[in-house]
């Protein structure tokens, strides 16, 4: 009877162990891999969040200059970790280099 009451929020998902550890272990995979593709200068992280469709991994880049770029994936998602390091450090790097032509513009 509570379940359908629209105050009652959405239902968690219960997730094992072993996938979170599989979902940290890809985490660190695509974030290891995207800083080895990049300057130093250009900052990686990455966190595990709980969503609505269970535990999701994001990984962020924040270039020299510019705006964050950040791909999420969880954990029942087939995400190939090398794909997606190559696709979001070319990302990083568009949007540093976007944020540099733009300030060249300007003066």
């Not at 162990?17 to 250009?42: H, I, K, M, W, Y």
């Not at 992280?45 to 510019?66: L, Q, Y």
């Amino acid at each position: 009877m509570h379940g359908n009451t629209p105050y009652a929020g959405r239902e968690k998902l219960d997730v094992s162990p072993e996938r979170r550890r599989a979902l940290r272990r890809e985490l660190t995979n695509v974030a290891t891999s995207t800083r080895a593709l990049l300057p130093d200068d250009f900052l990686v992280g990455g966190e595990i969040s709980d969503g609505a469709d269970g535990p999701r991994a994001t990984v962020a880049v924040r270039p020299p200059s510019g705006s964050v770029v950040s791909t999420g994936f969880g954990y029942d998602e087939d995400a190939d970790p090398t794909t997606l390091a190559q696709e979001l450090a070319a990302g990083a790097v568009i949007e540093a280099r976007r944020s540099a032509d733009v300030a060249q513009t300007a003066s």
